[in-house]
């Protein structure tokens, strides 16, 4: 065996790396960044939307339970029935209407909805990420 490590391999080239190796490693560590952003991004929209979609019932059942006790449902029942009579006392009737509405239902109810409508709105909007994000990680499992 030789003694002269060092002689022998003198005449060797350290090897170099492919030309444009860094660029493709950062591009492969935005890539990763952009998928776990796009992944936190998917799981806010589906908790946003099991919530607003978990609360419907509760919200709508409360809406239309103060309303069935709050008489606006007769009022306009019977705007609508005796029409001259209301448009005569139409101020009186509004005011009546307005002052027995059930406030905490209807705010409960417009809430949840604008919350499952907005979350969908930007579903939609942001589509093409997301299912970009589910087939990238279907062809990663």
Do not use: C
């Not at 391999?9 to 890539?31: M, S, V, Y």
């Amino acid at each position: 065996m030789r003694k002269d490590y060092e002689k022998l391999f003198t005449h060797l080239e350290p090897p170099e790396p492919p030309a444009g190796l860094f660029d493709r490693i950062i591009l492969a560590i935005k890539r990763e960044q952009e998928l776990r952003n796009t992944k936190r991004l998917a799981f806010g929209f589906l908790a946003l939307l099991a919530v607003s979609l978990i609360a419907a019932p509760f919200s709508w059942t409360s809406f239309s339970g103060q309303m069935a006790e709050s008489g606006v449902l007769q009022f306009m029942s019977i705007a609508t029935s005796d029409f001259g009579t209301f448009l005569s006392v139409w101020p009186d009737s509004v005011m009546a209407i307005a002052e027995s509405l059930p406030v905490t239902g209807i705010v409960l109810f417009t809430i949840n909805m604008i919350l499952a409508v907005f979350t969908l709105r930007l579903f939609l909007y942001k589509k093409r990420l997301l299912v970009g994000y589910l087939f990238h990680a279907g062809q990663l499992a």
